[in-house]
């Protein structure tokens, strides 16, 4: 009898190395934990999945053997008697999100590892409300694989690759009609902007380039071909991700260089200067257009290791902050309950008042064009002006390696609290998503363990560059004491 490699669902679904963990097997057996997940559900005549079609969105992004992963899951659904609905092509998860609500779908099934290595794959569950499934269902859908495993279920094989179909669907015209809610096309078409477009060779190829297209915006495509290795390197829209898109910007060739991750949930942005703009200005930026461009009302939310910026330019307009821990999940969940003008995270996911409860890369990326067009300045020039009356701040996050047997007693130890962070007196201690220190004059530093390596990640923001160089040497000599 095989033994099975446990499969456990993060913040963005399971994820494994191909061939490896994430197998046709383990994807079947995924699968049907999710199955048997919403089958249960639907025998609770209060659940609101009875409002729903029988349909499933089933997606891929542009990774290794990602149609077939998505055909299989597409195979083990309609066995259950679900009716699944195939993506064509790589899609979006922002996307497959806003499918799931235009065809008030169950959820949906997207094969996709987002910004992780091409050597890995991921599956990841959506809920009807088209957002990332919480931590409360992806417990269920876990104890339903561990007891299928447990009970030596035997997968029965899927259909070889070809043999089996189901109903497909073009969703781009279904979100370019969401997205023209959010973006005003004619401002970006009377603003004589070009835009290097970097699209990693991800899901995002179709989608970003072509709205900017047909509104008229002069675009340089970079890394439109298909290519599951990624060129080499991970399809993340970071410093290092956006380099080919900001020496376009300092040739001049572009104005501004906008960027996806693998499944363009996430984004990367380069000023005409070629300063990367990072997630967390981009945050703030947001907030500041929305406000003051748009006459938008409502509260901001953003996680616990995300820029006080955020805070402070709510502060200019009056507007409530909300904090929850890592994870969009709770970003969204927040989002369903009240109005949030803008919520987001300081690693790269953003949405907005009235959209799915789920990151979107493009849409970020086009409020920023559309910010630049608006306002006919740069988006450095508009942070410089913002930060002229809120104070400057200085964000980093950096990883320190720990030998793994010690990280129980690191834990201990920050939970306990310390006195100061190097010459730092430590105000007050925030324990919602690890170990946040506020430290005097709204800085601060925060530590997460990694679930997956042996680091800590140490989040640090100040207000000035002296203040962070010397926050960031406190911290690793932190950690190295305890």
Request: hydrophobic share 40%; with cysteine.
């Amino acid at each position: 009898m095989a033994l099975y490699k446990k499969i456990k669902f993060g913040t963005s679904g399971w994820r494994g190395l191909i061939a490896r963990e994430f197998n046709f097997e383990n994807v079947i057996f995924a699968v049907q934990g999710v199955a048997d997940y919403l089958k249960s559900e639907l025998k609770d005549p209060n659940s609101p999945l009875h409002s729903c079609s029988p349909v499933v969105i089933v997606g891929h992004d542009a990774r290794f053997l990602g149609p077939d992963f998505a055909l299989a899951a597409a195979e083990v659904l309609e066995r259950n008697g679900f009716k699944p609905l195939l993506c064509e092509g790589p899609t979006p998860t922002p996307v497959i999100s806003v499918l799931i609500r235009k065809k008030k779908a169950l959820g949906a099934l997207n094969l996709t590892a987002s910004h992780n290595p091409p050597n890995y794959q991921g599956l990841k569950f959506s809920i009807w409300k088209g957002a990332g499934a919480p931590s409360e269902v992806t417990s269920q859908i876990e104890a339903n694989i561990a007891k299928l495993q447990n009970e030596n279920w035997i997968p029965q094989d899927v259909s070889f690759p070809g043999d089996y179909a189901c109903e497909k669907i073009n969703p781009k015209e279904i979100y370019f009609e969401e997205i023209r809610r959010f973006i005003d096309f004619n401002i970006l078409r009377n603003a004589n902007i070009s835009v290097a477009v970097e699209l990693m060779y991800g899901a995002g190829r179709g989608y970003l380039d072509t709205l900017l297209e047909e509104a008229g915006v002069s675009i340089i495509r970079l890394h439109n071909e298909t290519n599951p290795l990624f060129g080499g390197r991970r399809p993340e829209p970071d410093k290092e991700g956006m380099e080919d898109a900001r020496k376009l910007v300092l040739e001049g060739k572009a104005q501004i260089g906008l960027g996806l991750d693998g499944d363009a949930d996430r984004f990367g942005v380069v000023d005409i200067d070629g300063t990367f703009i990072v997630p967390n200005q981009v945050l703030a930026l947001t907030l500041y257009h929305l406000v003051k461009n748009r006459g938008w009302k409502g509260a901001v939310v953003r996680t616990v290791p995300t820029s006080h910026l955020v805070d402070a330019v709510a502060n200019l307009y009056g507007i409530k902050v909300h904090e929850t821990p890592v994870g969009f999940k709770y970003i969204g969940a927040l989002m369903e309950s009240e109005p949030i003008i803008t919520g987001g995270e300081e690693s790269g996911g953003l949405s907005v008042l009235g959209h799915i409860p789920e990151k979107d890369g493009i849409l970020a990326t086009l409020l920023m064009a559309e910010l630049v067009a608006t306002e006919k300045r740069s988006l450095g020039d508009i942070l410089k002006a913002i930060q002229d009356q809120t104070g400057y701040y200085y964000s980093d996050r950096i990883n320190i390696e720990i030998a793994p047997e010690r990280k129980d007693l690191i834990l201990k130890s920050l939970a306990s609290g310390v006195a100061r962070i190097g010459e730092f007196k430590v105000v007050s201690l925030n324990r919602l998503d690890g170990f946040k220190f506020l430290l005097p004059n709204g800085e601060w530093v925060a530590f997460r363990a990694s679930g997956t390596e042996p680091v800590f990640r140490c989040y640090i923001e100040a207000h000035t560059p002296e203040h962070l160089n010397l926050l960031k040497t406190a911290c690793q000599e932190l950690l190295r004491k305890f």
